[in-house]
Nanobody
């Protein structure tokens, strides 16, 4: 049974930092592309950052230079280091996993339940 469990969300003041974690189980983690998405009420889920099975990364323009995605294949864990947080970063953050060869076309195969990040001004 595939599971993605996020942790590390919380409330922080603008300018602060948080580190999100996503523990994966039930599939061959190292072979999958991983990503972080976020969603606010009434809006579509948007991609924040992604990392390939070989460690190549990509970021949304809105978070470049502030967020860093990384993965530890030995621990089956994905991370998102978020620095210089802004109120507009407030959202539910989701971890996702997808087969690298098709994820760009069909999206992730698996999703976590999400962790809330709230940034106050």
């Amino acid at each position: 049974q595939v599971q993605l469990v996020e942790s590390g969300g919380g409330s922080v003041q603008a300018g602060g930092s948080l580190r999100l974690s996503c523990a994966a189980s039930g599939y061959t983690y190292s072979r999958y592309c991983m990503g972080w998405f976020r969603q606010t009420p009434g809006n579509e889920r948007e991609g924040v950052a992604g990392i390939d099975s070989d460690g190549s990364t990509s970021y949304a323009d809105s978070v470049k230079g502030r967020f860093t995605i990384s993965r530890d294949n030995a621990k089956n864990t994905l991370y998102l280091q978020m620095n210089s947080l802004k109120p507009e970063d407030t959202a539910m953050y989701y971890c996702a996993a997808g087969r690298c060869e098709v994820v760009a076309e069909i999206g992730p195969d698996y999703w976590g339940q999400g962790t809330q990040v709230t940034v106050s001004s």
